[in-house]
């Protein structure tokens, strides 16, 4: 059982690059999300998605992208990668519930080094 | 806006010893979550706690919610090293179709032969 799986481990971009995080998931939950983890500020939610077709933004979505075309995908875009967006990137899943009791799964993160 | 404070920041503790760690939020919620984070890896669930009250055991750990106070504790009774890791708490205010999960900044925890 893969549960949340986030490739590449590492990245090293340039500053003005793009590139795409990949998160993929095999537990069919509807719920899916993105995060950042930045020293001393614990994890901020980039965007969310809450089915397929449908994303929303979370507390800092500047100069990110995503989009969610099926269940188990969620790929996060760069744009144009800035040394701000240095950080871990989590991707994290759950069940959807009519209140969201249920808690994240988390993939394994990727850290992102912009240069 | 939410906000999730967590302390300490920092805790260095003997093994055997006990403590707490203290998550504090600022509007109502009656869901929170507790992670645990080793270096460098993912976050891992240890509890879910969804009511006024709540109380759920995990070997040395011991986590509460009082819903009232807007507090949730962590409990160690007579630490080990492995549970050196850092913890996080997560106040969750989702709703259908929302998703609004904030994280407190987390508590490195360092567990001292």
């Known amino acids: 059982n893969a549960g949340v799986t986030q490739t590449p481990k590492f990245q090293v971009l340039k500053t003005g690059q793009s590139m795409t995080l990949q998160c993929a998931q095999d537990m069919n939950h509807e719920y899916m999300s993105w995060y950042r983890q930045d020293p001393g500020m614990g994890l901020r939610l980039i965007h969310y998605?809450?089915?397929?077709?449908?994303?929303d933004q979370g507390e800092v979505p500047n100069g990110y992208n995503v989009s969610r075309s099926t269940t188990e995908d969620f790929p996060l875009r760069l744009l144009s990668a800035a040394p701000s967006q240095t950080s871990v990137y989590f991707c994290?899943?759950?069940?959807?519930?009519?209140?969201?009791?249920?808690?994240?799964?988390f993939g394994n993160g990727t850290r992102l080094t912009v240069t | 806006e939410l906000k999730v404070e967590q302390n300490p920041l920092f805790l260095s503790m003997q093994e055997g010893k006990n403590y707490t760690i203290y998550c504090n939020y600022s509007t109502t919620s009656d869901r929170l979550y507790w992670y645990r984070q080793d270096p460098g890896k993912s976050l891992e669930s240890l509890f879910v706690?969804?009511?006024?009250?709540a109380v759920k055991q995990e070997g040395r750990l011991m986590a509460s919610l009082d819903t009232k106070a807007r507090l949730s504790t962590l409990h160690i009774t007579a630490a080990v090293h492995d549970l050196s890791a850092t913890y996080f708490c997560?106040?969750?205010?989702?709703?259908?179709?929302?998703?609004?999960?904030?994280f407190g900044t987390g508590t490195r925890l360092t567990i001292i032969p």
């Open positions: 706690l969804l009511s006024n009250g």
């Open positions: 998605s809450v089915g397929a077709g449908i994303t």
């Open positions: 997560a106040v969750d205010r989702s709703n259908f179709g929302n998703e609004k999960l904030t």
């Open positions: 994290a899943s759950r069940s959807r519930t009519g209140t969201g009791s249920s808690p994240l799964h």
